[in-house]
Structures are given as C-alpha cells and as structure tokens.
C-alpha cells in the first residue's frame, strides 16, 4: 500500500496550492479519503473528507469556503485545492484512506504560507 501526496511548497498569503495523493496497492474506491495535517507542536488536525464514490464531503470549520477535497477513481487519486491561504494554514499534509478497519497514511507534504 502507498500513498504519496505531491504539490507542497512556499506560498505567499492568499496564494493557492493543489495537493495531490496517488494511491496504490488497494482498491482505492471503497476507500473513504481525508487530508489531515499538523503544524510544528499540534496535533494532527482533519482538514476534509471525501466518501468513497465522491458524493459526500466535510470540512474543517477553519478551511470551509477556502479549500476543496475531490477525487478521480479512475486515477486512484484524491485532490486538496487550497485557495486563500493563511500563514496558519502552514503545516505538513497528510493523506489517509480509511475502510472498517483499515487505515493507511502517507508520507505528508510540506505547505509553507508565508511573505
């Protein structure tokens, strides 16, 4: 099982970042998706979920309105679109697929917002 999320890097306040999470090694649409993240001496946070088949989504109170978790079955692959982001938006993201019993991270990105 993998799951290796791309897209981080240095942005400035109010920029936008796309994070993506290409997963591999089980069947990735029976599998709810989420991106958690935790930022330097917190604890990991859930950022938002998505239901298996796309039809269901939650957010955290803190990135309703600014960032959109969506998904491509056919490409094994769950999106982050960040849009107006905050300095306290930095943080390490981490992608997690979630079935029953089974949980799977991967091994998180690193988003940096700041001028």
């Known amino acids: 099982v993998q799951l290796v999320e791309s897209g981080g890097g240095l942005v400035q306040p109010g920029g936008s970042l796309r994070l993506s999470c290409a997963a591999s090694?089980?069947?990735?649409?029976?599998?709810?998706m989420s991106w958690y993240r935790q930022a330097a001496g917190k604890e990991r946070e859930l950022v938002a979920l998505?239901?298996?088949?796309?039809?269901?989504?939650n957010y955290a109170d803190s990135v309703k309105g600014r960032f959109t978790i969506s998904r491509d079955n056919a490409k094994n692959t769950v999106y982050l679109q960040m849009n107006s982001l905050k300095p306290e938006d930095t943080a390490v993201y981490y992608c997690?697929?979630?079935?029953?019993?089974?949980?799977?991270w991967g091994q998180g990105t690193q988003v940096t917002v700041s001028s």
């Open positions: 997690n697929a979630a079935r029953w019993t089974y949980d799977y």
């Open positions: 998505i239901s298996n088949a796309g039809r269901s989504t």
């Open positions: 090694g089980f069947t990735f649409s029976r599998y709810d």
